[in-house]
């Protein structure tokens, strides 16, 4: 089969198509002939050396993916072959033609949803959920500003906040990201270059400001953040590139918090309520992934600098 392989840390280029043997399977695990893969801008960060968390070389790539189950390891009670499913983890990489999951790593898809709407559901509902659920502690009528809403992770988290019945407030850096988000139902939008983008969010709160942030660039962001949280107001830390300072004065006055996330670190039943709650509402329409961009295999180098790029608004995805 064919597959990604990395042989060395480095540019987008070090991703190499090459033909590999295929996985073998242990007794809790399932072969899945991928679909449809799923592009994050982790992946991008391991790629380069630059991830805490360093795969030993070589290596392939990737979390997100959707296919069929081929085989089963004979402890695996969860799926049968003929199953379609979607994985946000795996064990050998899913930048590839098939790829093996634990079968905690892996959750049946609805029937009418296709693969490659599958392909962005792992990594960015995961995250999305478990910041909104577990991490955030988000309520009804509360009001959540997500930055950075029109990619995959905040487009899954604006979907759970109106679900809830929250007031979403959400951010973009394009024009066109702007009427993304407005087309998706937020109450209200932003452009967080603008040099007054928080003067406009607090109006939009009546100087109250916001319960929940969702911060996908706490390195740029999280300093503005703490001033526009509400009393007893949470940050939740998703995506961080460097480092910033801050003054822990603004969250004494009003008792906020600032809340980090890594989704790896959601236990089995944490995960099971977030993909159930998933299932459902894939089910019923309630949460619809989008799809921006798509790429062959052969263009992972590609697809790694697209995901990486403003103004996406939706899912990178590869096609094997």
Avoid: W
């Amino acid at each position: 089969m064919k597959a990604i392989r990395v042989n060395e840390f480095g540019e987008p280029a070090v991703m190499q198509l090459e033909e590999v043997q295929e996985p073998a399977i242990q007794d809790q695990q399932i072969y899945i002939d991928v679909k449809a893969i799923g592009v994050n801008p982790v992946d991008t960060y391991i790629r380069s050396g630059t991830y805490p968390a360093k795969p030993a070389l070589p290596y392939t790539p990737g979390h997100d993916a959707a296919g069929i189950v081929t085989k089963v390891g004979r402890a695996v009670t969860k799926f049968k072959v003929g199953d379609r499913v979607y994985s946000y983890r795996t064990v050998s990489g899913s930048y590839a033609q098939a790829m093996v999951c634990h079968e905690d790593q892996a959750f049946l898809l609805p029937e009418d949803i296709g693969f490659d709407l599958g392909a962005a559901l792992g990594v960015a509902y995961s995250t999305a959920f478990f910041a909104m659920m577990h991490r955030g502690c988000a309520r009804p009528g509360e009001t959540v500003l997500v930055h950075g809403g029109s990619g995959t992770v905040g487009l899954a988290a604006i979907q759970y906040a109106k679900q809830l019945g929250m007031t979403v407030i959400a951010t973009a850096g394009t024009e066109a990201g702007i009427k993304f988000l407005q087309d998706h139902g937020c109450d209200h939008v932003a452009n967080h270059h603008d040099s007054d983008y928080c003067e406009a969010i607090m109006m939009a709160t009546g100087g109250r400001g916001v319960d929940l942030i969702l911060e996908m660039l706490a390195n740029v962001n999280l300093d503005k953040d703490l001033k526009m949280l509400a009393h007893s107001g949470r940050v939740v830390i998703i995506g961080n590139r460097g480092t910033i300072e801050i003054n822990p004065r603004d969250t004494m006055g009003k008792n906020t918090s600032i809340i980090g996330l890594a989704v790896m670190n959601a236990t089995s039943q944490q995960l099971g309520e977030i993909h159930a709650l998933l299932h459902a509402g894939l089910t019923d329409g309630r949460f619809k992934p989008v799809i921006s961009k798509a790429y062959s295999l052969a263009e992972a180098a590609q697809a790694h600098h697209q995901v990486m790029q403003p103004g996406n608004n939706g899912k990178i995805i590869m096609m094997p």
